[in-house]
């Protein structure tokens, strides 16, 4: 009974170590790509030739986002493709250089100070929801239904808003898309911590953990950013 026991420690154990290491790969995967993505928008910022070409060439801004979308249905798709290095890491660097040039492109329409004001409010946000994420006894990830429900409600706000094209629209479906993927950033991380959470991601999909956090940041810039420059 007592070997039985110590068995079942030593396998919670190593399970534990095994998961402790996912989450530090996940995390850092993460960092290097929002720096990547940091770096990418400041060339856009503050090279004045860049900026203007993609103020003047706004084809570029749909390029990349198409390019974008075809990037993550790849990774989102194909598992195989994403759990064999180094093929995993060449898709994501490519996806986040491509997805830093559509966020430059769309960047320099907005004041300085405001992208900046996003950038400080989103990693704010993001570190709070993550260690409330760590710490909570509440389970996001039993909501994933529910989530999908309300993520596809959302974009029907989208479609009205850009209908309406009424300023106060738009601030309210920026708040509250805001909160929206505020929830996803607290599954999602919960996801890749497994532990008692119904739903959890596999050690070997740190790819695919790292490109759910790094789309869930940067929607939330993007929104923090459209409701910023909105109220200004």
């Known amino acids: 009974m007592k070997y039985s026991q110590a068995l079942e420690d030593v396998s919670s154990f190593s399970e534990s170590k095994i998961r402790q290491a996912f989450v530090r790969k996940v995390y850092l995967t993460l960092m290097v790509q929002l720096l990547a993505t940091v770096g990418i928008i400041c060339a856009f910022l503050y090279w004045n030739d860049l900026k203007m070409w993609a103020i003047y060439n706004s084809w570029f801004t749909f390029t990349m986002m198409a390019g974008t979308i075809v990037l993550v249905?790849?990774?989102?798709c194909c598992g195989d493709i994403r759990r064999k290095v180094p093929f995993n890491y060449i898709l994501l660097g490519l996806f986040t250089v491509v997805e830093g040039f559509m966020l430059g492109s769309?960047?320099?329409?907005?004041?300085?100070?405001?992208v900046f004001w996003a950038v400080g409010a989103t990693a704010f946000v993001s570190f709070a929801l993550s260690v409330f994420a760590m710490q909570t006894k509440w389970?996001?990830?039993?909501?994933r239904g529910?989530?999908?429900?309300?993520?596809?409600?959302?974009?029907?706000?989208a479609i009205l808003c850009a209908i309406l094209r009424?300023?106060?629209?738009?601030?309210?479906?920026a708040s509250i898309g805001t909160l929206v993927f505020s929830i996803y950033l607290v599954m999602d991380t919960q996801m890749m911590l497994?532990?008692?959470?119904r739903y959890s991601i596999s050690p070997e999909e740190y790819i695919f953990a790292a490109l759910n956090l790094y789309l869930d940041v940067v929607t939330l810039f993007l929104l923090l950013l459209q409701l910023i420059g909105l109220t200004r």
């Open 73 to 76: 249905l790849v990774l989102a």
């Open 106 to 114: 769309v960047t320099v329409f907005y004041q300085v100070d405001a």
């Open 139 to 143: 389970d996001f990830t039993a909501a």
């Open 146 to 157: 529910v989530m999908w429900v309300i993520c596809w409600t959302l974009f029907s706000f």
């Open 166 to 173: 009424s300023q106060y629209a738009y601030i309210a479906y």
């Open 194 to 197: 497994g532990g008692k959470h």
